[in-house]
């Protein structure tokens, strides 16, 4: 079999809701009935809390964690004492996010607190022991684990051992025998009661915060009710970074902490927002002459992989740094540092994408057969930049991947999985065929990690190989598109359009609405762009009337394949989001094309 094209993807449509919801709601319009039911928004209560989301009502009691009340008493019994509390937080946004959230709640306090983050390629995930041995040294009398710990019971037992409290907030699912903290604070623990399952660790950071923030205590200190909640930008950070469902009290804390973000206080972080296309996107211009929204696509595409570059490219306590930064000049040299390396991830990411792809082309002219599974690695592949290589040629070719790079002495590596391969059962198999075969894996059914010594390369590519082939024969894999609902031309409109905008914040969970609509003819259609790689495009659909209506389109990366079915005249159906274009003091709908193919 051919390599698929990248642009060759299966249109995957959700069913038309039954007619008797959208009966039910003659209000809305038909496609935002059809997004509300295929969201699992279906009952007037559901909707008007989706739409309406109210800090004041929507956000839980962190004392509904069952060992909220021991994790607060023991944390201000050693404010109180002057012992001294170290911050564990993991090297990823979400680590880092929940570590600056603790951090602010301390240091309101009054604590004698610091940060400790491992480094993601000589120390690893987690706790470790030679680390807590630096955090004791350091004069540590408790430490608080953030997005890590609850795996690391062999630690934690040492830790006590040696007189170490340690708390864990996590979220990470919770082996059978957890390990023996003082505390912990995991919404994915069996016995936890707390009704919300799904927040990454920064709101289990936040959820503490706000506990230590409320007590009489932080009354004496002189913090005022809502302190909290300038914390929140972080917390809509670490959410969107993380990608953590943007349902129920996750959608109600991202919504609340982007207008904070908008507003933020934080110098790091208005210096990278300034970064972007040289000002201060989403922020107040000085002249106070408006000010451009910032959203979840701001985080997940600028905030997010900026903070998470420091890690990957060198220590994610340059991300920490900058975003608790006071000092005007260090925020500029920190924030100047952060886009430097997220510029050479780029360039990484890009240059192992390519070489993957001929490596990949050169594997099914050999075989002639393309591969079922994505096995692939190069000793000089930065490790820190294989998740998203990994992630990028399983959405683009749609099949599992596993990619590796050399860090040390040994060879790590990241994977993604589709509906049909779990690729740690895939990982879990491969080490019972040769248990000498991997020094550590993990993760879930969709993405996970690895390790394993450079001499085992070889037998792991062979195993996958075997048994991603028995695993997906008679699978058709392509890319997917995946599609909320059908539209006509006719409801396509700006009432549409400012009903879409009340679905914000967009993340996992609740996607950015993508919508199908058939027999467009092609009027216009050429390439634009410094590479003429995008496609911009007008056509004209029929109305019910029997007029044409004119629509613009716009599709990123699409010229090369979508140009094929363009012609003048020609048919066809085509895959978008709706969104406003602004420019030259005018405004109109656009789609923004996502694919689209003859009728």
């Not at 991202?254 to 000002?279: C, P």
């Not at 394993?452 to 392509?478: H, I, R």
């Not at 634009?528 to 389109?553: C, F, M, Q, S, Y």
């Not at 030259?584 to 923004?592: D, M, Y």
Request: glycine residues 8%.
């Amino acid at each position: 079999m051919a390599a698929p094209s990248a642009r060759e993807r299966k249109w995957n449509s959700a069913e038309a809701a039954p007619p008797a919801f959208t009966a039910q709601f003659p209000e809305y319009p038909r496609p935002i009935a059809e997004l509300l039911y295929h969201r699992g928004v279906r009952t007037q209560d559901a909707i008007d809390e989706f739409f309406g989301a109210e800090y004041a009502h929507d956000i839980h009691d962190p004392y509904l964690f069952i060992d909220m009340e021991k994790a607060v008493e023991r944390i201000l019994r050693a404010v109180r004492n002057k012992e001294k509390i170290t911050i564990y937080g993991d090297y990823d946004a979400d680590g880092v996010s929940g570590s600056v959230v603790l951090m602010g709640a301390l240091s309101a306090l009054g604590a004698d607190a610091d940060v400790y983050i491992p480094d993601r390629f000589h120390e690893g995930y987690g706790l470790n022991r030679a680390a807590l041995e630096r955090v004791m040294a350091g004069g540590a009398r408790m430490i608080i684990t953030v997005d890590c710990g609850i795996t690391d019971t062999e630690e934690i037992a040492y830790a006590r051992t040696q007189g170490i409290d340690v708390i864990v907030v996590d979220h990470h699912l919770v082996p059978e025998v957890p390990p023996p903290a003082y505390a912990i604070l995991n919404p994915k623990h069996p016995d936890e009661q707390y009704p919300f399952k799904y927040l990454c660790a920064t709101g289990v950071a936040f959820k503490l915060a706000c506990a230590l923030l409320a007590s009489d205590d932080a009354r004496a200190c002189g913090i005022r009710d809502g302190f909290e909640k300038w914390l929140l930008d972080i917390v809509a950070i670490g959410s969107v970074a993380d990608m953590v469902p943007l349902v129920g009290e996750n959608r109600t804390l991202v919504k609340y902490g982007l207008i904070v973000l908008a507003k933020t206080q934080r110098l790091g972080l208005r210096k990278l927002l300034a970064l972007e296309n040289g000002r201060a996107r989403g922020l107040p211009k000085r002249d106070g002459s408006g000010k451009a929204p910032i959203t979840s696509e701001t985080i997940a595409f600028s905030l997010a992989p900026r903070i998470n570059a420091t890690s990957r490219m060198g220590h994610a306590t340059t991300s920490f740094n900058l975003l608790v930064s006071e000092d005007e000049t260090e925020a500029e040299q920190l924030a100047q540092t952060v886009e430097g390396l997220n510029n050479e991830r780029r360039r990484a990411v890009d240059k192992i994408l390519k070489e993957a792809e001929t490596m990949i082309a050169e594997e099914t002219a050999r075989e002639g057969v393309f591969p079922a599974v994505l096995v692939l690695g190069k000793d000089e592949w930065p490790a820190g930049v294989v998740g998203l290589v990994s992630g990028r040629l399983t959405e683009r070719y749609g099949r599992p991947s596993f990619v590796y790079g050399r860090t040390n002495d040994h060879l790590k590596g990241s994977c993604r999985g589709i509906g049909e391969f779990h690729v740690v059962e895939a990982m879990q198999f491969c080490q019972k065929q040769d248990p000498e075969l991997l020094l550590d894996l993990g993760g879930h059914p969709m993405a996970g990690g690895f390790s394993l010594v450079p001499e085992k390369a070889a037998a792991l590519k062979e195993l996958l190989t075997a048994y991603g082939s028995k695993k997906l024969a008679g699978n058709v894999l392509q890319p997917i598109t995946a599609v909320d609902a059908e539209i006509t031309p006719d409801e396509i409109s700006w009432e549409l359009f400012d009903w879409l905008l009340r679905f914000e914040p967009f993340g996992e969970g609740n996607r950015k609405p993508v919508f199908l609509m058939r027999g467009c003819e092609v009027y216009s259609a050429r390439s634009v762009g410094k590479k003429e790689d995008h496609l911009k495009i007008t056509l004209r659909a029929p109305l019910k009337n029997g007029t044409l209506k004119l629509l613009h389109g716009i599709g990123f990366g699409l010229s090369e394949n979508g140009m094929r079915h363009c012609e003048k005249g020609e048919k066809v159906d085509i895959v978008f989001e709706l969104e406003a274009n602004e420019w030259n003091g005018t405004r109109e709908l656009q789609l923004k094309v996502k694919d689209l193919r003859p009728v």
